[in-house]
Nanobody, 115 residues
């Protein structure tokens, strides 16, 4: 059983930065895909960024140039570096790992961008 534990959320002023972490435990396929989603109040959960073990990364237009996914395969950990944060980035952020045709979710971490 794979478990994902997220950390790194918090309150930050507009223009600030945060780094979210997603640490996985359990048996993970070497072929996997990490996805970051976010959900704002009253809205559906939406995909923000994706990173595959084959090296493909992609971002939604509104975060391109500001958010960066990285991974530390040795630690089974993924990161979402978020820079130049805007109030509209406020949401609960979830990591989601696709491994061996299974989808696993982190518990979510709140990111609030406000002055």
């Amino acid at each position: 059983q794979v478990q994902l534990v997220e950390s790194g959320g918090g309150l930050v002023q507009p223009g600030g930065s945060l780094r979210l972490s997603c640490a996985a435990s359990g048996s993970i396929s070497s072929i996997n895909t990490m996805q970051w989603y976010r959900q704002s109040p009253g809205k559906q959960r939406a995909l923000v960024a994706i990173s595959s073990s084959t090296g493909i990364t992609n971002y939604i237009d509104s975060v391109k140039g500001r958010f960066t996914i990285s991974r530390d395969s040795a630690k089974n950990s993924w990161y979402l570096q978020m820079n130049s944060l805007k109030p509209e980035d406020t949401a609960v952020y979830y990591c989601s790992l696709v491994s061996d045709s299974q989808i696993y979710w982190g518990q979510g971490t709140q990111v609030t961008v406000s002055s």
